[in-house]
């Protein structure tokens, strides 16, 4: 059974770092499409940053030049490294996959593509 446990948020202040965590069981991430996706309390999941096949990464408007999207395969964990935090930035962050296997999958932001969910990590960013 396919699990993402997603880990490493928190609170920090404006122009603050964190890195979040999103470790998968039953699911080689290795070449996969993944992603991150937020949301607040009201509104829908937004996507914010994927991954493709050949590490090729999309991001929303709003992250881009401030989160970067990456992979550790060796320990099967997909990482969302963010910046530069601002109160917007603040939700649930939740890790998500494509069960689809085939090859060259272009990364995407829209959660309809994605069949594996985790459970979600808060960051909250304020002063």
């Known amino acids: 059974q396919v699990k993402l446990v997603e880990s490493g948020g928190g609170s920090v202040e404006p122009g603050g770092s964190l890195t979040l965590s999103c470790a998968a069981t039953e699911y080689a991430i290795d070449g996969r499409r993944m992603a991150w996706f937020r949301q607040v309390p009201g509104a829908e999941r937004e996507g914010i940053a994927s991954m493709g096949a050949f590490g090729r990464t999309n991001y929303a408007d709003s992250v881009q030049g401030r989160f970067k999207i990456f992979k550790d395969n060796s320990k099967n964990v997909l990482f969302l490294r963010m910046a530069n935090l601002k109160a917007g930035d603040t939700g649930m962050y939740f890790c998500?996959?494509?069960?689809?296997?085939?090859?060259?999958?272009?990364?995407?932001?829209?959660?309809?593509?994605?069949?594996?969910w985790g459970q979600g990590t808060q960051v909250t960013v304020s002063s």
């Open positions: 998500a996959a494509d069960s689809s296997d085939t090859w060259n999958l272009p990364p995407i932001l829209q959660e309809d593509f994605y069949e594996y």
